[in-house]
T-cell receptor
Framework: AQSVTQLDSQVPVFEEAPVELRCNYS??????LFWYVQYPNQGLQLLLK??????LVKGINGFEAEFNKSQTSFHLRKPSVHISDTAEYFC???????????FGQGTILTVHP | DTEVTQTPKHLVMGMTNKKSLKCEQH?????MYWYKQKAKKPPELMFV???????INESVPSRFSPECPNSSLLNLHLHALQPEDSALYLC???????????????FGPGTRLTVL
């Protein structure tokens, strides 16, 4: 069975600093991975996804993620964060069943001025 | 238009009430989803509709009853709920149901439900 683990429940960072949000997966089937962001009192918005091909995936709002098969990781990075990036970030995996995403527990990113 | 709309934004109901949540999309998507999200937790899949037919029911109690009247609309009928059903209910849609879950899901803002 597939599982997705987000290693940090909370990540505080100062504005304009780089950030990495960690995600590890385990799967014995095809791997399709997503990062979603949820701003307070809102639904989820797709940041980026990996289905196949280049292991470096670029998304919206300056985020990127690297798929690393040997380390079973899909970490999310941004070189310089803004206050507006404060939100909860979810890593999710597909590849098992129609429409079913396996979500990690989420990482709350707080950007301080 | 990449928007999924949900009404109402907030709902307070008693345990004996019957209410419905509504979700709408006009992107021509053929898959629609209901999720439940408790505070500080990830979304949990409840139901998946594919081409207006129920394709996945994640062992959800019968007090939750989904309905897909047409390809743009998804309802969730609520009856005899319990206080522990209080949560954010999210609707999502995707273009074409993919067997391996590769399709991007577009989420609505959710309905915040409180059961007294």
């Amino acid at each position: 069975a597939q599982s997705v683990t987000q290693l940090d429940s909370q990540v505080p960072v100062f504005e304009e600093a780089p950030v990495e949000l960690r995600c590890n997966y385990s799967s014995s089937v095809s791997v399709y991975l997503f990062w979603y962001v949820q701003y307070p009192n809102q639904g989820l918005q797709l940041l980026l996804k990996y289905l196949s091909g280049s292991t470096l995936v670029k998304g919206i709002n300056g985020f990127e993620a690297e798929f690393n098969k040997s380390q079973t990781s899909f970490h999310l990075r941004k070189p310089s964060v803004h206050i507006s990036d404060t939100a909860e970030y979810f890593c999710a995996g597909g590849g098992t069943s129609y429409g079913k995403l396996t979500f990690g527990q989420g990482t709350i990113l707080t950007v301080h001025p | 238009d990449t928007e999924v709309t949900q009404t109402p934004k907030h709902l307070v109901m008693g345990m004996t009430n019957k209410k419905s949540l509504k979700c709408e999309q006009h992107m021509g998507h053929r898959a629609m989803y209901w999720y439940k999200q408790k505070a500080k937790k990830p979304p949990e899949l409840m139901f998946v509709y594919s081409y207006e037919k129920l394709s996945i029911n994640e062992s959800v109690p019968s007090r939750f009853s989904p309905e897909c009247p047409n390809s743009s609309l998804l309802n969730l009928h609520l009856h005899a709920l319990q206080p522990e059903d209080s949560a954010l209910y999210l609707c999502a849609s995707s273009q074409d149901p993919q067997p391996l879950g590769t399709d991007t899901q577009y989420f609505g803002p959710g309905t915040r439900l409180t059961v007294l």
